[in-house]
């Protein structure tokens, strides 16, 4: 529930409480309809000799339209608006998931085989070989999607208990795509040392690990130090799932306008998390010539940055050593990828690029410039928005990698399996059905998740750090 937020649509439920001393229910329609609302429903809750409650279902021509109504009904004697709901809020009471069993506990025979006495056969025989928690347990198949709540979305850092419908978004994706049970944990704790800690602590119980929405450069060393510390995979979607999906749509771009990854020349905007895991896919994939953007202008390797991250970035791209802003980074480059602010892109930085560029504009909830003042000059445009062709969604990668992660048992989530799940994910749109709209399938498109299990799974067996062979 809510009291004055944007609405995701044009129907929104009131509930009034009327004190039926001082006001009659009319007097609350009549202040409905005069500020612009249309009631469509009305639904008796509680009543009483003096008190009654009462959801309205109002229309409303535009969301504004929600502030007006509130503060009519504000200024009715005897009328207190107790709560202003949508769509979006009710499907969020109470949580978005739940915890069902596998099997119902029906007599206590059931209940003696699922609990005491018989399940302590089953801890003794984990108890001999922990290995068998992952045929005896459900660690073969849950992610545990961890965040501290430092940069949700675009709402930046606004702590654990606000992050949670994220992370328990999160888990309905991992569920509905690819059958993984994930679960949402967020931390009341933003210190390195406490994350990586507490993460430890409740691995036992889980096939992998999904760091989410930790802010940088503190997500660097939380993934490090787990990778390094568990034995099971640990995935930060926002830098790694991020990069695949790009990879697999700029593999298809590239394709599109006739480049080849060693000779296109590569200008990322914005180095951060994403932006750093990006450019490392698309060196492991073959680039050359990349240069990378930041507040203080092109990364080169002739300063020295106190960020450890673009001192990393700084050594490892630009060979030329060119420096200068954005626009000198962009003079006759094929590509640009942002992953920083909105309308920082403008028609005189894509006229200074190669001809037919590609643009990936994927600053959200604002691109860095809108595709309708660049589809003119462009070859390939793509956006993070779903609300444009070509969205760069992450959906489209940590299903599957989970998925074929857990099937194969791997230790980890290497290099070589996010350059096959890239590749998986551009496999799907064929070469008849590639073309500037279409260079990377829609989220829904039940071969992506199938195709990415099946090639990491082979790529994580052949990198030698799955300890079940894949069936394949």
């Known amino acids: 529930m809510m009291k004055e937020h944007a609405l995701d649509g044009k129907t929104i439920i009131l509930r009034l409480e009327l004190d039926t001393r001082q006001a009659h229910f009319g007097s609350a329609a009549t ?60 499907l969020h009471l109470g949580g978005k998931i739940v915890v069902q069993p596998k099997v119902p506990i029906q007599n206590r025979d059931d209940l003696s085989r699922v609990y005491t006495p018989e399940v302590a056969r089953v801890c003794e025989a984990i108890r001999e070989d922990e290995s068998k928690a992952y045929s005896l347990t459900i660690k073969r198949n849950t992610v545990a999607v961890v965040s501290d709540g430092s940069a949700v979305l675009g709402l930046g850092n606004i702590g654990p208990y606000a992050a949670m419908p994220v992370m328990e978004g999160k888990a309905m994706l991992f569920k509905q795509f690819a059958d993984v049970d994930a679960f949402p944990i967020c931390l009341h704790t933003q210190d390195t040392d406490a994350i990586v800690a507490t993460v430890k602590a409740i691995a036992p119980a889980f096939g992998g690990i999904n760091l989410e929405d ?12 787990l990778r390094e510390e568990l034995d099971i995979p640990v995935f930060h979607d926002d830098q790694h799932g991020t990069a695949v999906v790009l990879y697999a ?46 507040k203080e202008g092109i990364l080169t390797a002739d300063k020295t940055y106190s960020h450890p991250m673009w001192q990393w970035y700084a050594e490892h791209t630009n060979p030329q050593r060119l420096s200068g802003g954005l626009a000198d980074a962009l003079q006759g480059a ?16 894509i006229r200074a690029m190669a001809p037919d560029p590609i643009v990936f504009a994927m600053a959200n909830p604002e691109p860095e410039i809108r595709p309708e003042l660049a589809e003119d000059l462009v070859a390939v445009f793509a956006t993070g928005r779903s609300d444009y062709p070509n969205q760069i969604n992450n959906v489209l990668c940590f299903p599957g990698i989970f998925r074929g992660a857990l ?3 791997a230790s980890e989530i290497n290099e070589a399996m996010k350059l096959a799940a890239a590749e998986a994910i551009a496999s799907v749109v064929g070469d008849d059905e590639l073309s500037p709209m279409y260079i990377i399938p829609s989220v829904f498109n039940q071969h992506v998740v199938e195709e990415v299990r099946r090639r990491v799974a082979l790529a994580a067996w052949q990198s030698g750090v799955a300890r079940r062979k894949p069936r394949e």
């Open 31 to 90: 202040a409905i309809e005069r500020a612009g609302g249309d009631i469509i429903a009305i639904d008796v809750i509680q009543t009483g000799r003096e008190k009654t409650v009462r959801d309205l279902t109002v229309k409303i021509a535009e969301t504004g339209m929600i502030a007006k109504v509130s503060d009519a009904l504000r200024r009715l004697p005897g009328v207190r608006l107790v709560n202003v709901s949508d769509r979006t809020f009710l």
């Open 407 to 409: 099937d194969c048992r």
């Open 334 to 349: 094929d590509v640009f990828i942002g992953l920083s602010a909105g309308g920082i892109l403008t028609r005189d930085h």
């Open 249 to 294: 749509g700029l593999l298809n771009a590239l394709k599109l306008t006739g480049r080849a990854i060693e000779d296109a020349r590569i200008v990322v905007c914005g180095i951060g998390a994403a932006g750093t895991a990006c450019t490392k896919m698309l060196l492991a994939g073959g680039a050359r010539h990349v240069i990378g953007v930041d």
């Open 214 to 225: 930790i802010a940088s450069p503190r997500c660097f060393e939380v993934e490090r130090r």
